[in-house]
């Protein structure tokens, strides 16, 4: 044990031991001269019988070494030093392999940056492992009757039933999709628009979380009569609050209510959702009444809106909380239809139940979203870097064949065919050392950038960009794999009898071969999903958003009831209308790719099957508001001022419900209803407007009819928060932006309680609905480019050093006659060959390539074949240019000067 821990620290101190050594050498040597002189020698003679005596004096201190430390430690420390020198001496060679490598690995770790933040991290709180999610968490929002059995929101009423069953202890909720308030602090005249969500008080307790100041909410901040209090989170308190802890205990206004914040999240915590924007104050449930007056659905039962997340009680399964849980929602929905239930009914019920869902990482809409596009371009970047390490690997064979004597030299010796391999990897760890350093620096740029693109628009994302221990440790095995992946073949070549023999580039040439084909199947990708995006941009959307200014209000907010409406949309559409370089206003519950939209259930005039479950989407919009947008009538009329309170109920339905449920006869006239019992008959169809997209540019055509604004539902004739106009859409006659403060001037001058919660454009609200596809086709596009900058570079890199190696026999050629026309058509000649090996080995594997990404392509067939063609011609077009140079310089061989080299 002692000399093993003399041998470690031996490790820190090599430098004072060899100095040590050297001295305790010399003065050995001298005793030796000496004694030879006492003996009677000559100086010269003393000093040469000395230098026999002593023996070597390197293998001594070779010797000497491997006693006092680790050998291997030291053979390492050597064979470092020897890379760098021989990589310093060819400065161009490592530039390149060194930015190469930094391209690869620093793409390939900022993917991995996103991927270990958004698939792999769990929540920031207490034992996330155990918590537990009540659904599955695909829908937000809001919900209305039995959500298809599966229940995945929940009204406030079932999370309180719920709760008594015990079988999460404790079972929270929260506002499934987040909203937006005004906000206003104490002293200050102007508002924000801020991101809220109301949780119940024992949410934090249940995800289990510390604040950073102050104190968390509690159940009796949920109280009936308790005051409104608010957590705030971190990154408000620092920006908005200037970080002053004396914030805590302060009063603001949410929605002109005041509100106490008791206290500050911590830093890391975000809430239950990783999303953009998350939100900036969390309030109790109970205050939802305060907060959105008429709005407010917290007394409604049968109002869906919650998420529920809790922890299993103590000696309680997974699969027997479930079932108490699903019986307890069971008994709920019989209580709600009465004490004489129907067939249908009572199987509607039965059917019903809840899913538990691991919630350790949260709600995962974002990891569904984005999950199999981050792997998709990690694999993409992968590919990338394969490519890049089959180019160094083909150089380095390159340069091993040309360092073949030197290599002979050492093993003719002494030198060991190991210690030429390990001398070949250690200069190719290096290498990839260097590009790994280099690309773990620009990763966390890169990864912010992609951050950025992903969610543009978004003020925040609780993502982190900044490398820790695991996306370092991340980037140097990466880097190590790389070192063995473009090191090994070259190491075995080096160090093999094939020193000995004449160079041969075969495996160089099935390196460039392989990275042809990979090459290939990039491009073709990022061919596929660029074609993809711009097929999903000029789709027709069925409205004309390039001059459409979006203005997000909340009447109900700001004190309006249902009674008022009327003359303040009014008075909306004619002040915005009025406005220098607008067009046209109107008003609607929804705007397309705008938090739109929720399927209801209808009851349509004509036959139906016993299985033909029937929905559609609804809007609800003021007059004007088809024209505003650009979507064309088709037939009858839009809704207009005739459409009161007072007049017929109406609707005007798009072509798809049309086509779905009235195919065979005129709309016009027909009538449909609201909900489940089939025979409501409320609403009149006057007319049908062209199909538009709403929800998503990938969704099919989606059954959606459109009611007026101010016709309340027959079982509703007070209104409810579907009648208060959540956007202002405002046509501009030129650049809409350039009207965006005159607007928000005119709706502050109707009502100064009206707040504006957001203004963008419409081609803004597209743009960020694509954004997702767009990021994708940037980065292959990135990537595909890069894959075919690095095979060129490497074939001419290649192709090249061929030519040097075969100058004499082009030089004996052109003395003996060639044409130089026939040398440069030889060297264009394998060049093309090896590209044309390639494409046989890409184009099947990128047809393969693109049915495995098919998924997230949008009207392109997985069987076309323009973008492998497209991808191989423009790959065989490059290896020309690129093979080109060489070939040129070949055909310009002097054979004098070609024979003087030997």
Same mark, same amino acid.
């Given at each position: 044990?002692?000399?093993?821990?003399?041998?470690?620290?031996?490790?820190?101190?090599?430098?004072?031991?060899?100095?040590?050594?050297?001295?305790?050498?010399?003065?050995?040597?001298?005793?030796?001269?000496?004694?030879?002189?006492?003996?009677?020698?000559?100086?010269?003679?003393?000093?040469?019988?000395?230098?026999?005596?002593?023996?070597?004096? !390197?293998?001594?201190?070779?010797?000497?070494?491997?006693?006092?430390?680790? !050998?291997?430690?030291?053979?390492?420390?050597?064979?470092?030093?020897?890379?760098?020198?021989?990589?310093?001496?060819?400065?161009?060679?490592?530039?390149?392999?060194?930015?190469?490598?930094?391209?690869?690995?620093?793409?390939?770790?900022?993917?991995?940056?996103?991927?270990?933040?958004?698939?792999?991290?769990?929540?920031?709180?207490?034992?996330?492992?155990?918590?537990?999610?009540?659904?599955?968490?695909?829908?937000?929002?809001?919900?209305?009757?039995?959500?298809?059995?599966?229940?995945?929101?929940?009204?406030?009423?079932?999370?309180?039933?719920?709760?008594?069953?015990?079988?999460?202890?404790?079972?929270?909720?929260?506002?499934?999709?987040?909203?937006?308030?005004?906000?206003?602090?104490?002293?200050?005249?102007?508002?924000?628009?801020?991101?809220?969500?109301?949780?119940?008080?024992?949410?934090?307790?249940?995800? @289990?979380?510390?604040?950073?100041?102050?104190?968390?909410?509690?159940?009796?901040?949920?109280?009936?009569?308790?005051?409104?209090?608010?957590?705030?989170?971190?990154?408000?308190?620092?920006?908005?609050?200037?970080?002053?802890?004396?914030?805590?205990?302060?009063?603001?206004?949410?929605?002109?209510?005041?509100?106490?914040?008791?206290?500050?999240?911590?830093?890391?915590?975000?809430?239950?959702?990783?999303?953009?924007?998350?939100?900036?104050?969390?309030?109790?449930?109970?205050?939802?009444?305060?907060?959105?007056?008429?709005?407010?659905?917290?007394?409604?039962?049968?109002?869906?809106?919650?998420?529920?997340?809790?922890?299993?009680?103590?000696?309680?399964?997974?699969?027997?909380?479930?079932?108490?849980?699903?019986?307890?929602?069971?008994?709920?929905?019989?209580?709600?239809?009465?004490?004489?239930?129907?067939?249908?009914?009572?199987?509607?019920?039965?059917?019903?139940?809840?899913?538990?869902?691991?919630?350790?990482?949260?709600?995962?809409?974002?990891?569904?979203?984005?999950?199999?596009?981050?792997?998709?371009?990690?694999?993409?970047?992968?590919?990338?870097?394969?490519?890049?390490?089959?180019?160094?690997?083909?150089?380095?064979?390159?340069?091993?064949?040309?360092?073949?004597?030197?290599?002979?030299?050492?093993?003719?010796?002494?030198?060991?065919?190991?210690?030429?391999?390990?001398?070949?990897?250690?200069?190719?760890? /290096?290498?990839?050392?260097?590009?790994?350093?280099?690309?773990?620096?620009?990763?966390?740029?890169?990864?912010?950038?992609?951050?950025?693109?992903?969610?543009?628009?978004?003020?925040?994302?609780?993502?982190?960009?900044?490398?820790?221990?695991?996306?370092?440790?991340?980037?140097?095995?990466?880097?190590?794999?790389?070192?063995?992946?473009?090191?090994?073949?070259?190491?075995?070549?080096?160090?093999?009898?094939?020193?000995?023999?004449?160079?041969?580039?075969?495996?160089?040439?099935?390196?460039?071969?392989?990275?042809?084909?990979?090459?290939?199947?990039?491009?073709?990708?990022?061919?596929?999903?660029?074609?993809?995006?711009?097929?999903?941009?000029?789709?027709?959307? @069925?409205?004309?958003?390039?001059?459409?200014?979006?203005?997000?209000?909340?009447?109900?907010?700001?004190?309006?009831?249902?009674?008022?409406? @009327?003359?303040?949309?009014?008075?909306?559409?004619?002040?915005?209308?009025?406005?220098?370089?607008?067009?046209?206003?109107?008003?609607?519950?929804?705007?397309?790719?705008?938090?739109?939209?929720?399927?209801?259930?209808?009851?349509?005039?004509?036959?139906?099957?016993?299985?033909?479950?029937?929905? !559609?989407?609804?809007?609800?919009?003021?007059?004007?508001?088809?024209?505003?947008?650009?979507?064309?009538?088709?037939?009858?009329?839009?809704?207009?001022?005739?459409?009161?309170?007072?007049?017929?109920?109406?609707?005007?339905?798009?072509?798809?419900?049309?086509?779905?449920?009235?195919?065979?006869?005129?709309?016009? @006239?027909?009538?449909?209803?609201?909900?489940?019992?089939?025979?409501?008959?409320?609403?009149?169809?006057?007319?049908?407007?062209?199909?538009?997209?709403?929800?998503?540019?990938?969704?099919?055509?989606?059954?959606?009819?459109?009611?007026?604004?101010?016709?309340?539902?027959?079982?509703?004739?007070?209104?409810?928060?579907?009648?208060?106009?959540?956007?202002?859409?405002?046509?501009?006659?030129?650049?809409?932006?350039?009207?965006?403060?005159?607007?928000?001037?005119?709706?502050?001058?109707?009502?100064?309680?009206?707040?504006?919660?957001?203004?963008?454009?419409?081609?803004?609200?597209?743009?960020?609905?694509?954004?997702?596809?767009?990021?994708?086709?940037?980065?292959?596009?990135?990537?595909?480019?890069?894959?075919?900058?690095?095979?060129?570079?490497?074939?001419?890199?290649?192709?090249?050093?061929?030519?040097?190696?075969?100058?004499?026999?082009?030089?004996?050629?052109? !003395?003996?006659?060639?044409?130089?026309? /026939?040398?440069?058509?030889?060297?264009?000649?394998?060049?093309?060959?090896?590209?044309?090996?390639?494409?046989?080995?890409?184009?099947?594997?990128?047809?393969?390539?693109?049915?495995?990404?098919?998924?997230?392509?949008?009207?392109?067939?997985?069987?076309?074949?323009?973008?492998?063609?497209?991808?191989?011609?423009?790959?065989?077009?490059?290896?020309?240019?690129?093979?080109?140079?060489?070939?040129?310089?070949?055909?310009?061989?002097?054979?004098?000067?070609?024979?003087?080299?030997?």
């Amino acid at each position: 044990m002692r000399r093993f821990l003399m041998r470690l620290a031996d490790i820190c101190r090599s430098g004072r031991r060899e100095r040590e050594l050297t001295r305790e050498l010399a003065a050995h040597l001298q005793l030796l001269e000496d004694d030879f002189i006492r003996r009677g020698r000559s100086v010269e003679q003393a000093r040469v019988e000395a230098r026999r005596a002593l023996g070597s004096a !390197a293998l001594t201190s070779d010797l000497h070494r491997d006693a006092r430390s680790f !050998a291997w430690i030291d053979d390492a420390q050597r064979d470092a030093r020897y890379a760098i020198r021989t990589l310093r001496r060819s400065p161009g060679f490592t530039t390149v392999a060194v930015a190469t490598l930094a391209l690869g690995i620093g793409a390939s770790t900022a993917i991995f940056t996103l991927i270990d933040r958004v698939l792999l991290r769990s929540l920031p709180v207490r034992d996330a492992g155990d918590l537990v999610l009540l659904g599955d968490a695909r829908g937000a929002g809001t919900a209305v009757g039995s959500q298809d059995g599966s229940f995945t929101l929940f009204s406030y009423d079932l999370y309180r039933h719920l709760g008594g069953v015990g079988a999460l202890e404790p079972l929270s909720a929260v506002q499934s999709s987040k909203s937006r308030a005004s906000v206003r602090r104490s002293g200050t005249g102007v508002s924000d628009a801020v991101w809220t969500k109301l949780v119940s008080g024992n949410y934090f307790d249940a995800l @289990g979380t510390r604040p950073a100041f102050g104190r968390l909410l509690a159940p009796s901040d949920a109280a009936a009569g308790a005051p409104p209090v608010a957590v705030v989170s971190f990154r408000y308190f620092k920006e908005r609050i200037n970080g002053d802890p004396a914030a805590v205990g302060s009063v603001v206004h949410v929605n002109r209510v005041p509100v106490t914040i008791v206290g500050v999240a911590a830093p890391e915590f975000y809430g239950e959702t990783l999303e953009a924007d998350p939100p900036s104050f969390w309030i109790p449930i109970t205050a939802d009444r305060e907060l959105n007056g008429a709005a407010a659905i917290i007394d409604a039962p049968d109002r869906h809106w919650l998420y529920l997340i809790g922890r299993v009680a103590p000696n309680t399964t997974i699969a027997d909380a479930q079932a108490r849980v699903s019986a307890a929602l069971r008994d709920w929905l019989r209580s709600r239809e009465g004490a004489v239930l129907s067939p249908r009914i009572e199987a509607e019920i039965a059917r019903t139940h809840v899913d538990f869902t691991p919630a350790g990482r949260g709600v995962t809409r974002t990891r569904r979203m984005y999950g199999f596009v981050l792997r998709l371009l990690f694999a993409i970047s992968a590919a990338v870097l394969v490519i890049a390490c089959a180019n160094i690997a083909s150089l380095l064979l390159a340069r091993g064949a040309a360092r073949g004597k030197e290599r002979s030299i050492r093993l003719a010796v002494g030198a060991s065919r190991g210690r030429l391999v390990r001398q070949s990897l250690a200069e190719s760890l /290096t290498l990839a050392l260097a590009g790994g350093a280099l690309g773990a620096l620009v990763a966390p740029a890169s990864a912010d950038a992609l951050v950025r693109l992903v969610f543009r628009g978004s003020e925040s994302l609780p993502v982190a960009t900044t490398p820790d221990a695991r996306v370092l440790a991340f980037a140097f095995a990466l880097s190590c794999g790389a070192a063995l992946l473009f090191g090994a073949l070259p190491a075995l070549r080096g160090g093999a009898d094939a020193a000995l023999r004449p160079p041969r580039l075969a495996w160089a040439n099935a390196l460039v071969v392989g990275q042809v084909g990979l090459s290939v199947v990039v491009l073709a990708s990022a061919g596929a999903l660029t074609r993809s995006l711009i097929n999903l941009a000029r789709q027709p959307f @069925g409205f004309i958003g390039d001059r459409v200014l979006v203005v997000t209000i909340d009447p109900a907010r700001a004190g309006y009831d249902y009674a008022r409406l @009327g003359p303040l949309y009014r008075q909306i559409a004619a002040r915005l209308t009025a406005l220098p370089g607008v067009s046209g206003a109107a008003l609607s519950y929804y705007s397309p790719f705008n938090e739109c939209c929720w399927s209801f259930t209808i009851s349509v005039e004509g036959p139906r099957g016993p299985n033909d479950g029937r929905s !559609a989407m609804l809007n609800r919009v003021s007059p004007g508001y088809f024209t505003t947008l650009g979507t064309r009538l088709l037939r009858g009329r839009a809704v207009d001022e005739r459409d009161t309170p007072a007049s017929t109920r109406v609707a005007v339905v798009n072509e798809a419900f049309v086509r779905r449920y009235l195919p065979d006869s005129d709309p016009i @006239g027909r009538r449909f209803g609201i909900g489940g019992d089939a025979r409501r008959r409320d609403l009149e169809i006057v007319g049908v407007v062209e199909n538009a997209k709403y929800d998503s540019p990938r969704d099919r055509d989606e059954a959606m009819a459109f009611m007026p604004l101010l016709q309340p539902y027959p079982d509703d004739p007070d209104g409810d928060v579907s009648q208060f106009a959540r956007t202002v859409a405002v046509r501009a006659a030129a650049n809409p932006t350039a009207v965006a403060a005159s607007v928000r001037q005119a709706l502050t001058a109707i009502d100064p309680d009206l707040a504006v919660l957001r203004v963008d454009t419409m081609t803004a609200d597209v743009g960020r609905a694509l954004s997702r596809e767009n990021v994708v086709a940037v980065l292959a596009t990135s990537f595909g480019l890069l894959a075919l900058v690095v095979t060129c570079v490497g074939l001419y890199g290649l192709t090249a050093y061929r030519v040097e190696r075969r100058t004499r026999e082009i030089g004996i050629r052109v !003395a003996l006659g060639a044409q130089r026309a /026939t040398m440069m058509t030889m060297v264009m000649r394998d060049v093309l060959l090896q590209g044309a090996l390639g494409l046989s080995i890409g184009i099947p594997a990128a047809f393969l390539a693109i049915r495995v990404i098919a998924s997230v392509l949008y009207g392109v067939s997985p069987a076309d074949p323009r973008d492998a063609a497209l991808a191989g011609a423009v790959l065989l077009v490059c290896m020309a240019a690129a093979g080109y140079p060489p070939a040129r310089r070949a055909s310009r061989v002097d054979p004098i000067e070609a024979l003087r080299q030997e």
